[in-house]
């Protein structure tokens, strides 16, 4: 049974961040020196997530992607996948991941019953990367790509953020180098999501910007259509060899209108949108004995009342800088990015 918000959009993606913890620092997500985390005891533990998952489940969810913070530092990761695999309801289980330890996970993922998974990638260069993520694990990713590459996984694609002097001067090359991986690449507009304190409009590249320089390389470029584009946000298109990529112009051109994505903390608190102020809190209501029945009440509630639509606001700014300052996001990690989740 779909469960449905104020504009029709499905309660249908549940993107769940089960650490706020991660092993680099990129520069567009946690350019800061400290950050303020989720007290361990409000970690939510396999079981509760698995409890949780299921009341989605009942009310529509059949797709989800397990995020972070960086997801493989969660211990024994691959059990929840085993767990969340099993469940009758599931019909895609996806990862995000920086692939920092990805190679001694990948096999293990692939056989606990992970679909999908991608892997974020913005340099190929190790300097860069060095400078980009404050970490010099460039030689780590590139060997988990490969791994991910030959466990077998459904789809593998690659995610890289192009900002403007720092990184869009590899776009082919990345373009190339996840051909070589059989990996299908998409590029992401640069968002001035919660933590990104360092954004800026001048460092945005478009999705034009991003389609000119690879026309520029390659000659035409085919967009394809709607029944060949996955899932929103990203729009995907062609290369003369057949090569296909996607761009998630989620900046400049924002996809609310069919956005069925919500966020569950590590913590257990629920995001209707990347962009909110405000989520619900799961965890005290699981902890204190509600029911299913009464979880699944709270959160179709919440959902048929839902006008979400962030990024589309945004772009009706005039003058647009970084969502939250550093102040608000130490008063309340919930407002990074990397606690709810990409
Ligand atoms: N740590 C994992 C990773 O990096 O793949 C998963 C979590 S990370 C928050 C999920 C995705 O969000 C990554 O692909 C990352 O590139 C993207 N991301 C983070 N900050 C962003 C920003 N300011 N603009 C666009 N994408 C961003
Ligand atoms: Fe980078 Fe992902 Fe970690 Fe953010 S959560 S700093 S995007 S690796
Ligand atoms: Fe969905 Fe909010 Fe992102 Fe719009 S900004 S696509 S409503 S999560």
Redesign the pocket.
Known sequence: MATLDRYGRRLGNLRLSVTDR?NLR?A??MPEREYVWLPRKDILDFEEIGRLADVFGSLGTDRVRL?????LVRHDLSKLVELLAAKPWLKDLAM???GVLLEAQAERLRAAGLHRITV?LDTLRPERFRELARVDELPRVLRGIEAASRAGFASLKL?T?VIRGVNDDEIVALLERAKEWGAEIRF?E??D?GG?TH?SRERVVSREGILRAISDAYGSVEALGAEERAAAPAERFRLPDGTTFGVIASTTAPFCAACDRSRLTADGVWYLCLYAARGIDLRKPLREGASEDELRALLSGAWSFRTDRGAEERLGLRERTPLRDVPDLRRDPHLE??TR??
């Open positions: 991660c990129c567009y997500c995020t972070g913070g960086e997801p995000t991941t920086n974020s995610d953020v992401i640069y968002m999501v990104a954004w990015m990397h989740g990409g």
